[in-house]
């Protein structure tokens, strides 16, 4: 099992902590601090799944548009758009529990014009105002004649934004974008004449699933 780098940190700690409970347990033999051990060891089990980052094939195509996260689609509307399509777009708005993969991807191929990070709150990332409100790495990608916008958003829990993308590079469909940590929300702004293919309740994993298909050039 691969696991994203930035949660190395996390996991080790987490299993020297379960590590050191273990030695307690067994230099007191006491079995409240066996219990605290196995309740460590879960700890330590459930890091390293947050922090797993698996290979990711499937679908892909000049006009179509692959899912950025794993998660569930939790609002599909039409918004104003004024950083980087500057003007009416589709809004699809992923929300990733603490259960999900949090790598994120490229849904389409493309050079990154626009990067823009803003700090903000951290308020619940299924809320609407959350799209506007909370910190957030936005990430424009130049896709043929078509504009695509992803943004990354805190929740309540995500404390950390990272993301690999800089001005200018070539980005390829499904390669990694960066990660999330601790449940959020990634929403992908679209011209509004794409065809959507995801719809509300639809759960998606990244760099996998087709959520919509751009308009011919």
């Not at 309740?39 to 950025?68: H, K, M, N, Q, S």
């Not at 004449?193 to 699933?209: E, H, N, P, W, Y």
């Amino acid at each position: 099992m691969r696991f994203a780098s930035e949660g190395v940190l996390f996991i080790g700690i987490a299993a020297l902590v379960a590590a050191g409970a273990y030695a307690a347990a067994l230099d007191r033999r006491s079995w409240p601090l066996w219990m605290l051990a196995a309740l460590f060891t879960v700890l330590a089990l459930w890091v390293a799944y947050f922090f797993r980052d698996p290979e990711r094939t499937g679908e892909r195509g000049a006009r179509l548009v692959i899912a950025p996260a794993d998660g569930k689609v939790v609002m599909v509307t039409d918004v104003d758009e004024p950083a980087f399509l500057h003007g009416r777009a589709t809004r699809m708005s992923i929300f990733m529990s603490v259960f999900n993969v949090h790598v994120n991807r490229y849904p389409v191929d493309g050079v990154v014009l626009y990067v823009y990070y803003n700090k903000g709150k951290f308020l619940n990332a299924a809320a609407e105002k959350s799209s506007l409100e909370n910190e957030q790495m936005s990430v424009g990608i130049e896709s043929g004649s078509h504009r695509v916008l992803v943004r990354q958003i805190a929740g309540l829990l995500a404390r950390r934004i990272v993301n690999y993308s800089r001005e200018g590079e070539q980005v390829t469909q499904g390669e990694r974008m960066g990660i999330i940590r601790f449940g959020s929300r990634v929403d992908v702004f679209l011209p509004t004449a794409a065809s959507i293919r995801a719809k509300v309740g639809d759960l998606t994993a990244a760099g996998s699933t087709v959520i919509a298909e751009l308009p011919g050039e």
